[in-house]
């Protein structure tokens, strides 16, 4: 059953999950070359080593996967988007929150690809990529509450009994009296905090490094929305005195020699505020209040234009690499 299984054509999912996996390996090897020729913390090394292994198993195997449909191997990125022993762009504890925050991604992304991947050894292999995944995240966030890095979500009192909404301005928002935020919504808010704080530092890094100026300048518009971002989502915690992800950590260095190239650095944010979107729409969808709602909504937009504005750089500059697509129809029955 397994070969026979094996021998069937690659879905759509399967060749998509695949490609797009690809990319991002390739992507955050070369991420942490750059960090381990940099960093100083012994237990912060000994995390990139592990992970750097992860890429390594990883990129052979699905070149493996692809090369059994003749499906040509992606470009991605290799050796060639990393500058050797360049000065390091951010901090040691910077590597440390951006592998965790690269783990848990994964498990978002790589739960579902697994989930609708029919062929047995591509299932499998998404099986092992989520074991891996979570291993380096339970590392990652072990080691951030050993060195004193890790900010915990705001606390809420434990329900007294069990209750039920009796009242519409359950869902008020803008006008009226306005519930408590509940602890789904309090969720969102302190992710989409923490990943804009993540996202921010890495664009701040990549905005200093970028010599093309209209990269540089978009890189530039990016911070500015990521830490608009930033400022809604912790006014409304704030605003019922809750805490909000604020690392005091400094993430980004003085450098402005690029360690990457100008092509990985775009592909990077692109990829990131793609997530994001889907990170807010998921953040709608759990948050009752229409006050909420009315933000995801209108944040929502602005990424969007934003990461179309990057696609469009990277389609200029010919770095965007066309993903598996469906035949055209149309084009196939022109006389």
């Known amino acids: 059953m397994e070969n026979s299984q094996q021998h069937q054509s690659m879905t759509s999912v399967e060749m998509g999950a695949l490609w797009s996996t690809y990319f991002s390996e390739t992507l955050t090897k070369c991420m942490i070359i750059h960090f381990l ?30 090369l059994k449909e003749n499906f040509p191997i992606p470009q991605g990125f290799n050796d060639e988007d990393v500058v050797p022993k360049a000065p390091r762009l ?56 050993e060195k004193g890095y890790f900010i915990r979500p705001p606390f809420i009192p434990v329900p007294e009994k069990v209750d039920f909404v009796k009242k519409q301005g359950f869902l008020t928002g803008w006008f009226g009296e306005r519930r408590p935020l509940n602890a789904m919504e309090i969720t969102h808010l302190f992710k989409n905090t923490m990943t804009n704080t993540i996202g921010l530092a890495l664009i ?3 905005s200093q490094a970028a010599n093309t100026k209209d990269i540089s300048n978009l890189f530039v518009r990016g911070k500015e929305i990521a ?13 019922e005195d809750l805490s909000s992800f604020d690392s005091s950590a ?30 807010y729409g998921i953040s709608m969808s759990v948050s009752s209040r229409r006050d909420l709602a009315t933000h995801y909504t209108r944040l929502m937009g602005e990424i969007a234009m934003f990461t179309e504005d990057a696609a469009n750089l990277m389609i200029k500059y010919g770095w965007m690499e066309q993903p598996p697509q469906a035949a055209d129809r149309d084009e196939l029955t022109k006389l």
């Open 37 to 66: 020729d940099n960093v100083e913390d012994p237990d912060i090394e000994s995390l990139l080593i592990h992970a750097l292994n992860i890429c390594n198993k990883r990129i052979p195997k699905i070149e493996e996967l692809l």
């Open 90 to 145: 951010f901090s040691d504890p910077f590597y440390l929150f951006y592998i965790w925050f690269m783990s848990s991604m994964e498990l978002q992304v790589h739960s579902l690809s697994m989930a609708l991947s029919a062929r047995s050894d591509i299932n499998s292999f998404y099986r092992e990529v989520l074991n891996g995944s979570a291993e380096t995240d339970t590392k990652a966030r072990e080691l951030i509450l």
């Open 204 to 206: 701040t890094g990549f």
């Open 227 to 239: 830490a608009k971002h930033i400022n809604v989502f912790t006014s409304v915690l704030k605003e």
């Open 250 to 279: 400094t993430y980004v260095t003085n450098s402005t020699t690029s360690p990457f190239s100008e092509k990985l650095m775009l592909f990077h944010v692109t990829a990131l505020n793609s997530a994001g979107l889907g990170n």
